[in-house]
């Protein structure tokens, strides 16, 4: 289990794709402290037919540290995918982000519980939490349970969660100007997890990620 | 001649969850021709279109249609884009996360493969989408913009015509494409449409009102009422409709 302790002023910026079930999650730190003006971003991506445990605990320790944690997984088959993030913010001025998006096919099961918690000195705190799925199947289930436990009284938190579908009118639109079924759904499911995608801050890095998750949601809309 | 016949529609009829809404339309366009389908709200205008373009929610329960010598029923939405029909949509949808550029990428090349031919190089594809984008006067950093999302009326209508300027069909069907639309972006769309136009094209002009007509003129006029064709006649039609209403025809 990793510990990550980002000092003072400084900034890790870590990519994880889980493509292989061996211990998937494993590798994930799973106590992150963040001091004083420091920045820990942690992008995490579960490849198909990966099942993932991804516990974190992040304690925001030093005035004007920043936590960005965000992921996506690709489910189309007996999936389980489990996420649990603590965000503790303990002192003031801080910011903290958390999204997660994620696809849910085949009979996947999905849980996410994700919890802001402001203690009662941490004014000026800005908390984000965000949490969609697009449900590809009857069979797969997707439990999403945002919480917020706020201490202080000058905050600026959000937390939202959705499980949708497929939007059949923009299918149609596409489909209507000779994009087949099969790539409209392709280009829907890139698009609603390129907000994650984005936060890869290394150029090659994040084209490299974009074509293997390009691949990987057009194996699975073949499935669908 | 029978081989100028581009649409052939008999006896259609059509329902969208087990309400009727065509109720027997027929309708024959010819090469060249610009017809104006007209009528009252919720006299099919909308369902004729969208069972010509194929939206699965429609079903089509008896009739036949046949665009240039193929049944057109029988094919899926992206198959009549690939064989020249185009829906300029009433309400464009928005696309959050894909951008024009992509979008129209993928539209193009999907029409070039439908023809057995080769994916445009990037380059050559930027610029056919620069001159077509400078053909609506759409300003070039809408390429990067998300489809639709954000658009003002008159940019969602604009950004339709740039798309058939694109994909260059043989049959344009303009669903109220009028509406929201104020006298200058009226004047772009419409000059945008009779500059596509060809004698070897046609287009179905659906529209409750004179106004678009003024600009894009048709040759055959269609009143669409309670989902049946009830007159055909010249261009003099939309002037008689504008004067005594469609109750009174």
Known sequence: ?224 | MANDILLKIEGLRASVEDKEILKGVDLIIRKGEIHAVMGPNGAGKSTLSAVLAGKPQFTVTEGTVEFMGQDLLAMSPEERAWAGIFLSFQYPVEIPGVTITNFMKTAVNAHRTGKGLEPLKAGDFLKLMREKMAFVQMKPEFAKREVNVGFSGGEKKRNEIFQMAMLDPVLAILDETDSGLDVDALRIVANGVNALHTPDKAAIVITHYQRLLDYIVPDVVHVLKDGRIVKTAGKELVAEIEEKGYDNL
């Open chain 1, 1 to 224: 289990m990793e510990q990550l302790h980002i000092r003072s002023g400084s900034m890790e910026h870590r990519l994880y794709v889980l493509d292989s079930h061996a211990g998937a999650g494993k590798a994930l730190p799973q106590n992150i402290v963040v001091e004083r003006d420091a920045r820990v971003d942690i992008i995490i991506f579960v490849m198909p037919g990966v099942s993932a445990e991804v516990s974190m605990e992040v304690r925001l320790e030093g005035e004007g540290a920043e936590a960005n944690i965000c992921g996506a997984y690709l489910c189309g088959g007996e999936e389980r995918v489990k996420i649990a993030v603590d965000m503790y913010h303990l002192v003031p001025d801080c910011t903290s982000r958390q999204l997660f998006k994620g696809l849910a096919g085949g009979s996947s099961r999905i849980d996410f519980y994700g919890k802001i918690i402001v203690a009662q000195d941490a004014q000026k705190t800005e908390a984000y939490q965000e949490n969609h799925n697009l449900l590809l199947s009857d069979y797969a289930k997707v439990d999403t349970k945002p919480q917020l436990e706020i201490y202080a009284d000058d905050v600026k938190c959000s937390h939202g969660a959705t499980i949708g579908r497929l939007n059949e009118e923009e299918q149609f639109y596409m489909r209507s100007r000779g994009i087949s079924l099969e790539d409209a759904k392709v280009l829907q499911m890139i698009s609603f997890i390129s907000p994650v995608v984005d936060n890869i801050s290394d150029q090659q890095k994040k084209e490299q990620v974009a074509s293997r998750l390009e691949e990987a949601v057009r194996n699975l809309v073949k499935g669908i």
